[in-house]
């Protein structure tokens, strides 16, 4: 077989637009993810039933349901449904984002179960209640055990975003695709495409490591 890197070198401009849209769906999905991850968790861990079961049902079905069927339900479906048409890049950032949150959810939850039930004791021993202490003291002990399993995560996330290619959004794999029917290079095309990836994700791995090792240390 006959190696023609050439080709994929010549359409660097395309590789590029790619790696522009997947830090671009990466950042949107990892902020939603997290952040509505977070709020989820805390209703998971809710005393109160009407935050209960709503979150606990967001958690089991975005879950339970695979990530590409949820991108193509939301791109193909929800016009149909809603009055409004949705782009490529808001159906792949609503499946992913709403997926990362359910399993960002539990991460919460586990962390702020971790806690030990003495620190909920004092602060209501010194008068705070319930969402002073889960700020002030619960969440910052809780956040630091959940970094490892959060930053686990974004890399997720990361990778997820190939997903996006299913309903034509231009991020790397899609542009990995499109340089491959052109020039009829498969291996070339996503041999480079999967050395983009590990060239933004190894930093973030190595990271998680020293993330790791550092909290181990000061537990």
């Given amino acids: 077989m006959k190696w023609d890197f050439a080709s994929v070198f010549d359409n660097t401009d395309a590789l590029l637009a790619g790696a522009a ?3 671009r769906l990466f950042a949107i999905c990892l902020v939603c993810g997290l952040s509505l991850g977070l709020v989820v968790g805390l209703g998971r861990y809710a005393r109160s039933k009407w935050l209960y079961w709503p979150a606990t049902a967001f958690v089991e079905f975005f879950r339970n349901t ?3 069927v949820q991108i193509l339900w939301f791109y193909f479906a929800l016009p149909i449904l809603l009055p409004f048409t949705i782009n490529p890049l808001a159906a792949a950032a609503l499946g992913i984002s709403l997926n990362s949150a359910a399993f960002s959810a539990e991460i919460y939850r586990g962390g702020i179960q971790s806690i030990d039930k003495g620190q909920w ?8 209640g ?9 969440l910052p002990q809780a956040i630091k055990r959940m970094l490892p399993a959060l930053t686990n995560r974004a890399i997720e996330i990361f990778k997820m975003s190939t997903l996006a290619s299913a309903v034509a959004y231009v991020e790397l794999l899609q542009q990995g695709k499109l340089i491959a029917s052109l020039n009829f290079n498969p291996i070339e095309a996503y041999t480079a495409v ?20 550092r909290l181990g240390r000061s537990e």
């Avoid at 004791?121 to 705070?128: E, H, N, Q, S, Y």
């Avoid at 999967?194 to 090792?213: D, G, S």
């Fill in 21 to 23: 849209g997947t830090l």
């Fill in 66 to 68: 695979p990530v590409l």
């Fill in 121 to 128: 004791d004092g602060a209501r021993a010194i008068g705070m």
């Fill in 130 to 138: 319930w969402g002073q202490a889960m700020r002030r003291i619960i």
């Fill in 194 to 213: 999967a050395v983009i990836f590990f060239v933004f994700l190894w930093p973030l791995v190595q990271f998680t490591y020293v993330l790791e090792r």
